[in-house]
Nanobody
Framework: QVQLVESGGGLVQAGGSLRLSCAAS????????MGWYRQAPGKQRELVAI???????NYADSVKGRFTISRDNAKNTVFLQMNSLKPEDTGVYYC???????????WGQGTQVTVSS
């Protein structure tokens, strides 16, 4: 069983910055990837950024150049630095971890990010 605890959300004006964190704990044999998803009001949940075990990263086109994902492997923690925030970035942000064995996917509780215009 794996649990993810998220923090760092809040209210910020357009153009501001926030830093999200997500700490994983429990029985983990191997981490394949950690990442961030978000769900805006009235929209589907979408991928924001992922950090794979090989060190590769991927970002949604809408956040490239503004968001940066990073990891502290010793603490099983993933971060999301969000700069130049826009109102359309508003939503609930969820941490995600993909582990083996067995192969399972776990989700954090979500943290609210609100960007005012």
């Amino acid at each position: 069983q794996v649990q993810l605890v998220e923090s760092g959300g809040g209210l910020v004006q357009a153009g501001g910055s926030l830093r999200l964190s997500c700490a994983a704990s429990g029985s983990i044999f191997r981490v394949n990837a950690m990442g961030w998803y978000r769900q805006a009001p009235g929209k589907q949940r979408e991928l924001v950024a992922i950090f794979s075990s090989g060190g590769t990263t991927n970002y949604a086109d809408s956040v490239k150049g503004r968001f940066t994902i990073s990891r502290d492997n010793a603490k099983n923690t993933v971060f999301l630095q969000m700069n130049s925030l826009k109102p359309e970035d508003t939503g609930v942000y969820y941490c995600n971890i993909d582990v083996t064995w067995p192969h399972r996917v776990y989700w954090g509780q979500g943290t609210q990010v609100t960007v005012s215009s």
